[in-house]
T-cell receptor, first 113, second 111 residues
Framework: ETGVTQSPTHLIKTRGQQVTLRCSSQSGHNTVSWYQQALGQGPQFIFQYYREEENGRGNFPPRFSGLQFPNYSSELNVNALELDDSALYLC????????????FGPGTRLTVL | KNQVEQSPQSLIILEGKNCTLQCNYTVSPFSNLRWYKQDTGRGPVSLTIMTFSENTKSNGRYTATLDADTKQSSLHITASQLSDSASYICVVSEDTDKLIFGTGTRLQVFP
């Protein structure tokens, strides 16, 4: 186990709804990155938070937003859900701004109907 | 365009056999290359990480090689076990620390 936890484990929503996913980083880690992994594909980078500020963003629309709290836990919010948003959402924590030493959580499986 | 390509897409082997997975990348500038193991529906777990100057690195029955000149890496699994059934993802890091993920190789080990 990496010490990174995510909730919920599974979630079912309908098109147009909003969803919030949560991630608790490993103790001592101040950076959280979020990824979307469609079935059969590699993870795609959504964005990263370092000390409560966004530090890099992938090719995702603004309806994907995030937040990092003083305890370094993080949320991923997705508005106006679309069918293609169905995926495994992974968060990864690390000790510094560098992406390299990332430890992944178990993921949240989101299904949009 | 920075890309990471893996082959084969899927592989079936018998328990106890060896196998080798391939990774080719076009990422530049290059910082490091990592192999992850991902069980179905779970988060990836790091197996090895290699920098530009490293040619090989082992982690138990897993041995990764890197040829930075040809931009190729391989992951060799020795004496496979049923628990090795998973997806294996090659990840390359740019100097900017951005991670580029491959689509993975799905390995199935049968008794």
């Amino acid at each position: 186990e990496t010490g990174v936890t995510q909730s919920p484990t599974h979630l079912i929503k309908t098109r147009g709804q909003q969803v919030t996913l949560r991630c608790s980083s490993q103790s001592g880690h101040n950076t959280v990155s979020w990824y979307q992994q469609a079935l059969g594909q590699g993870p795609q980078f959504i964005f990263q938070y370092y000390r409560e500020e966004e530090n890099g963003r992938g090719n995702f629309p603004p309806r994907f937003s995030g937040l990092q709290f003083p305890n370094y836990s993080s949320e991923l919010n997705v508005n106006a859900l679309e069918l293609d948003d169905s995926a495994l959402y992974l968060c990864a924590s690390s000790t510094q701004r560098s992406y390299n030493e990332q430890f992944f959580g178990p993921g949240t499986r989101l299904t949009v109907l | 365009k920075n890309q990471v390509e893996q082959s084969p897409q899927s592989l079936i082997i018998l328990e106890g056999k060896n196998c080798t997975l391939q990774c080719n990348y076009t990422v530049s500038p290059f910082s490091n290359l990592r192999w992850y193991k991902q069980d179905t529906g779970r988060g990836p777990v790091s197996l090895t990480i290699m920098t530009f100057s490293e040619n090989t690195k082992s982690n138990g029955r897993y041995t990764a090689t890197l040829d930075a000149d040809t931009k190729q890496s391989s992951l060799h699994i020795t004496a496979s076990q049923l628990s090795d059934s998973a997806s294996y993802i090659c990840v390359v890091s740019e100097d900017t620390d951005k991670l580029i993920f491959g689509t993975g190789t799905r390995l199935q080990v049968f008794p």
